[in-house]
T-cell receptor
Framework: SAVISQKPSRDICQRGTSLTIQCQVDSQVTMMFWYRQQPGQSLTLIAT?????????ESGFVIDKFPISRPNLTFSTLTVSNMSPEDSSIYLC????????????FGPGTRLLVL | AQKVTQAQTEISVVEKEDVTLDCVYE???????LFWYKQPPSGELVFLIRRNSFDEQNEISGRYSWNFQKSTSSFNFTITASQVVDSAVYFC?????????????FGGGTRVLVKP
């Protein structure tokens, strides 16, 4: 199984600012995924991050608001830009390891509160 | 488009009772994967099971068991002899193989409260 860490684990931010969340995996992975979980809700996929190419965004999410970097096979960042209180959520990174028999594992999440 | 429905938003049981969580899915693909995850109050997502669309065998793991019925597009999860530590939100999810990788579509989740 893949071990995933995220930084920061939680943060309180002011509206209008931006926050960059880091996701680190202990092994090389093909796909990395970013999900959002709004309070009391389910998880929604924001985008898929591939190394060496632009991220693929889901409907309702745009690059200007959620820019993503994927500089190598073990690391990715998600930035939440120009934050508003509606962005208060848990942001989770997940990975799909190179071994196709593996499943998707999730990081511990970043709890974001925007005031 | 794929969809996952967990009709039960919250279930409350007394310890040692059995609890079954329903999951119904929609997909046009013939190859897909179904998952169950547990999210305890601490917030992390704990992987419980992954099942591919060609394997309809039911599975038992300790007090957990899963019933996959392709005919009804259901993948139900039963906790036998529930314990307080089982209190969590449980998510059913579906992934389809595709160029963008095995991205997951989640159901709305079922909150399970096990009372002592």
């Amino acid at each position: 199984s893949a071990v995933i860490s995220q930084k920061p684990s939680r943060d309180i931010c002011q509206r209008g600012t931006s926050l960059t969340i880091q996701c680190q995996v202990d092994s090389q992975v093909t796909m990395m995924f970013w999900y959002r979980q709004q309070p009391g809700q389910s998880l929604t996929l924001i985008a898929t991050a591939n190394q060496g190419s632009e991220a693929t965004y889901e409907s309702g999410f745009v690059i200007d608001k959620f820019p993503i970097s994927r500089p190598n096979l073990t690391f990715s960042t998600l930035t939440v830009s120009n934050m508003s209180p509606e962005d208060s959520s848990i942001y989770l990174c997940s990975v799909d390891p190179l071994d196709s028999q593996e499943t998707q594992y999730f990081g511990p999440g970043t709890r974001l509160l925007v005031l | 488009a794929q969809k996952v429905t967990q009709a039960q938003t919250e279930i409350s049981v007394v310890e040692k009772e059995d609890v079954t969580l329903d999951c119904v899915y929609e997909t046009r693909d013939t190859t897909y994967y179904l998952f169950w995850y547990k999210q305890p109050p601490s917030g992390e997502l704990v992987f419980l099971i992954r099942r591919n669309s060609f394997d309809e065998q039911n599975e038992i793991s300790g007090r957990y068991s899963w019933n996959f019925q392709k005919s009804t597009s259901s993948f139900n999860f039963t906790i036998t002899a529930s314990q307080v530590v089982d209190s969590a939100v449980y998510f059913c999810a579906l992934s389809e193989e595709g160029a963008a990788g095995n991205k997951l579509t989640f159901g709305g989740g079922t909150r399970v409260l096990v009372k002592p």
